[in-house]
DNA sequence: TATTTGTGTAACCTAAAAGTTACATATTAT
DNA sequence: ATAATATGTAACTTTTAGGTTACACAAATA
């Protein structure tokens, strides 16, 4: 059994794929559209939509035979916590820092 | 000219170099410390440390012929940067739809 | 109905990532 | 001085990511 639920890490490594998403943050796009942005072939940019909408990126509406991509905040909860977690870490270290400072000052009078 | 400056990204696209990290921050480790926690030769994890160091996620203090790695703030700025912005872009998104959902009420009136 | 449009997928190629082993070097300990 | 320790680096291999072209097919249009 093969647990192969693509990263979302590995999702947003690629520099095409971030900007897919910063353009869907505008708005929601056709595959097509999305390819007019991209030097890169029609069948490239439907690889990397695949992943995104695989890691819980996107949502895809389809509206006839178009297919609407839409951003969907799932795959960012990952990220979110990654950097929350080191977001807490350095404010706790500043902290840590500030206390160390005000004993300091304590010990030696303040001025 | 070559301007190589290996993005945050991808750096943290590696699990193992996310565990690094996660590791350093509950205290700096030498190379090696590092390495006995991984199954991969010491040179796979002396490589990871370097591109680690590289983009500017830790900082290297030498001390004799041990090398301490250090959690470094600077790598995570990118990363927050990006998250920071889809943060804001969900948070104005449910902003507006509760405007909506408000307006709605107006109309009917309430109750 | 024939054609064009919007898309997915398979087969393939290439380059880059991540790992390995072997070796070099500086520091510390004996 | 010798041996052991902590590391970096070069050369090489393997795997994976990202790209391409060629083809299939359903929906829209003429």
């Not at 389809?62 to 960012?76: M, S, T, V």
Request: hydrophobic share 40%; charged share 25%.
């Amino acid at each position: 059994m093969k647990t192969n639920t693509l990263d979302a890490f590995q999702v947003i490594a690629d520099p095409s794929r971030r900007q897919m998403l910063m353009m869907l943050s505008k708005d929601s796009m056709t595959i097509n559209a999305i390819a007019d942005n991209f030097d890169m072939s029609r069948p490239a940019v439907s690889k990397h939509i695949k992943l995104l909408y695989t890691a819980g990126f996107i949502t895809i509406k389809d509206i006839g035979r178009e297919r609407h991509c839409i951003l969907k905040q799932d795959g960012f909860q990952e990220l979110q916590d990654f950097i929350n977690f080191f977001d807490k870490f350095w404010t706790a270290r500043l902290g840590k820092l500030q206390s160390i400072l005000n004993s300091k000052q304590a010990k030696h009078g303040r001025d």
